[in-house]
């Protein structure tokens, strides 16, 4: 059994500053890529960021210079820093990886339960 588990969401001013943060934990043997997700009300989810186990990121042209994306992979933990945060990011972020478990014959895609991030002043 494998869970991720997102925090650190929350109500904040525009320009200001979040970071989430997502932690697997199960019986896990190996973790791929990670990524973080969005979904605005009434919007289909998006991807918003990329890492592989290597450390290599991608980002989505609306968040370039604003959010970056680590992980540490002694936590089976990503982060999500946001900076500058506008209105229009305002969502539920999730967090997704690509898990290896025990028993199982091939990695899976396991999602976390969301975290509000909200942006108005």
């Not at 970071?19 to 791929?32: M, V």
Request: proline share 2%; hydrophobic share 35%.
């Amino acid at each position: 059994q494998v869970t991720l588990v997102e925090s650190g969401g929350g109500l904040v001013q525009p320009g200001g500053s979040l970071r989430l943060s997502c932690a697997a934990s199960g019986s896990i043997i190996r973790i791929n890529d990670m990524a973080w997700y969005r979904q605005a009300p009434g919007k289909l989810r998006e991807l918003v960021a990329t890492i592989t186990s290597g450390g290599n990121t991608n980002y989505v042209d609306f968040v370039k210079g604003r959010f970056t994306i680590s992980r540490d992979n002694a936590k089976n933990t990503v982060y999500l820093q946001m900076n500058s945060l506008k209105p229009e990011d305002t969502a539920v972020y999730y967090c997704d990886a690509e898990i290896l478990s025990t028993g199982a014959t091939r990695e899976r895609d396991y999602w976390g339960q969301g975290t509000q991030v909200t942006v108005s002043s």
